[in-house]
């Protein structure tokens, strides 16, 4: 099987991560696509969210008509510990839990892969699983390779040589593969959800998954309170923009 991991803090998730989900399906023949919410990442201790419970349980009323889409708890649990939760750890964690027929893709944005040599153990990191870089307008090929960790990076001579990998999007590593995926049409930001979380249903259904509307409503969340009094009709009748911005995964 074919599987990626997408991590993130999903808070919420939104129609802009079921894009970048099912374009890496498409393009990649993926057989399964773990959503795993970061119960504590890093990067973002001390960055007040909403409780993993919640962010869990929009994942699975936002996957629950995707065959292929599963919400994982994979790194559920660490914050009652006071342990960050890092990509090394759960790529390995699902790893175990692989057949070794199978493939394993890391599927992530670019802002966040922009970090990578960052993070826990990149060069490891690099070498467990392929990558699927989600670009987006100003980014290319060139801008992932500079990211790589010195000790990963394509020599000085093969990036001279670097047509063939713009031609197929993709950069080859010691024992792994970088894939670039563009093009990628939803374009959403939490933040922008969060701000219509104060309006309608319907409106905020323009962002997020009906089912995900209704559970931030029922449960107060991004202070939400119960739908607005704005009339329906009135919503319906705005232009649909999205300005897609993913979460980073926790590193």
């Not at 890391?106 to 060069?123: Q, R, T, Y």
């Not at 987006?136 to 394509?154: D, F, H, K, Q, W």
């Not at 232009?239 to 590193?251: A, C, G, I, N, T």
Request: net charge positive.
């Amino acid at each position: 099987m074919k599987i990626a991991l997408f991590g993130g803090t999903f808070d919420p998730v939104h129609e802009g991560h079921l894009a970048v989900a099912r374009a890496a399906v498409k393009r990649f023949a993926l057989d399964r696509v773990y959503f795993v919410p970061a119960d504590l990442p890093p990067h973002k201790q001390g960055v007040e969210m909403a409780d993993y419970c919640h962010r869990f349980a929009m994942l699975a009323l936002a996957t629950i008509a995707e065959d292929r889409f599963v919400p994982s708890l994979l790194e559920a649990g660490n914050a009652s510990a006071r342990k960050p939760n890092y990509s090394i750890h759960t790529v390995r964690r699902l790893k175990s839990a692989l057949q070794e027929s199978d493939k394993l893709y890391f599927l992530i944005g670019i802002d966040a892969f922009m970090d990578i040599a960052k993070w826990k153990h990149p060069v490891e990191l690099l070498s467990e699983c392929n990558f699927i870089v989600v670009s987006r307008p100003g980014y290319s090929l060139t801008n992932v390779i500079e990211a790589l960790p010195e000790a990963v990076r394509p020599s000085d001579e093969l990036l001279k040589s670097l047509s063939p990998w713009h031609a197929s999007r993709m950069v080859p590593l010691p024992s792994k593969t970088i894939y670039l995926l563009d093009k990628v049409e939803e374009e959403i930001s939490s933040t922008q959800v969060r701000q219509a979380a104060r309006k309608s249903v319907k409106q905020l259904s323009r962002f997020v998954p009906r089912l995900v509307a209704e559970y931030i409503k029922k449960e107060h969340l991004y202070g939400s309170g119960m739908p607005s009094s704005e009339s329906e009709n009135e919503d319906e009748k705005r232009p649909k923009v999205l300005s897609f911005r993913r979460e980073r995964p926790s590193d």
